[in-house]
């Protein structure tokens, strides 16, 4: 069962822009959403994390917008960059259990 | 923000024999480590959860005695792929959690490139 659903699974940004992924989450038990970056090769990092207490987290040009009651979470990343240019993946996991359930990425490639 | 490292970073190795993974946490000590698969173009699929001084929890459908994890230390784990076929190329990430509790966040290994010839 895919607990995380990720969208869209390929994305083509112009520099400068602004670039939107967006994820989905079945299980309510879920308490915190980080989104991780990874280039080919590398292990993933991560850019941001939110937990449901708040709508919103900004850090640099990524922000992630969270709606608790459509069980939705979505990474904006301003001013996108060539250097943006990876693979993103949106993640969630239960209160007390660092078992991280991943969506299934998003290819971001920004053009100049 | 702290540092996981993965040895080695790449392996070639020939069907049959076993590979040994390491995964180290340099600046911190992790009371439980993860291990993910991701082949090609695809997500993160977690493998198992290893707990220092314990066995390790498999997820559904991994052969625990195809693939050996041992978390003998607060800083090391290690994955040992046994009697290794071409199916299980692929890419292997370790995470690491900081002890003392739940903080949400792991830190990822660069993970290892593993071919089966």
């Known amino acids: 069962q895919q607990q995380v659903k990720q969208s869209p699974q390929s994305l083509i940004v112009q520099k400068g822009g602004i670039s939107i992924i967006n994820c989905a989450y079945e299980?309510?038990?879920?308490?915190?959403f980080p989104w991780y970056q990874q280039f080919p090769g590398k292990g993933p990092a991560l850019l941001i994390a939110i937990r449901p207490d708040v709508s919103e987290k900004k850090e640099g040009r990524f922000t992630i917008s969270f709606n608790k009651s459509a069980k939705q979470f979505s990474l904006h990343i301003m001013d996108s960059q060539p250097g943006d240019s990876a693979t993103y993946f949106c993640?969630?996991?239960?209160?007390?259990?660092?078992?991280?359930?991943f969506g299934t990425g998003t290819r971001l490639t920004i053009i100049p | 923000g702290a540092v996981v490292s993965q040895h080695p970073s790449w392996v070639i190795c020939k069907s049959g024999t076993s590979v040994k993974i390491e995964c180290r946490s340099l600046d911190f000590q992790a009371t439980t480590m993860f291990w993910y698969r991701q082949f090609p173009k695809q997500s993160l699929m977690l493998m198992a959860t290893?707990?220092?001084?314990?066995?390790?929890?498999?997820e559904q459908g991994v052969e625990k005695d195809k693939f050996l994890i041992n978390h003998a230390s607060l800083t090391l784990s290690t994955l040992t792929v046994t009697s290794a076929h071409p199916e299980d190329s692929s890419f292997y990430i370790c995470?690491?959690?900081?002890?003392?509790?739940?903080?949400?966040?792991?830190?990822f290994g660069e993970g290892s490139r593993l071919t089966v010839l």
């Open positions: 995470s690491a959690s900081s002890a003392g509790g739940h903080t949400g966040e792991l830190f």
């Open positions: 290893s707990n220092e001084g314990s066995k390790a929890t498999y």
């Open positions: 299980n309510t038990a879920f308490d915190y």
């Open positions: 993640a969630a996991s239960r209160k007390g259990n660092e078992k991280l359930t």
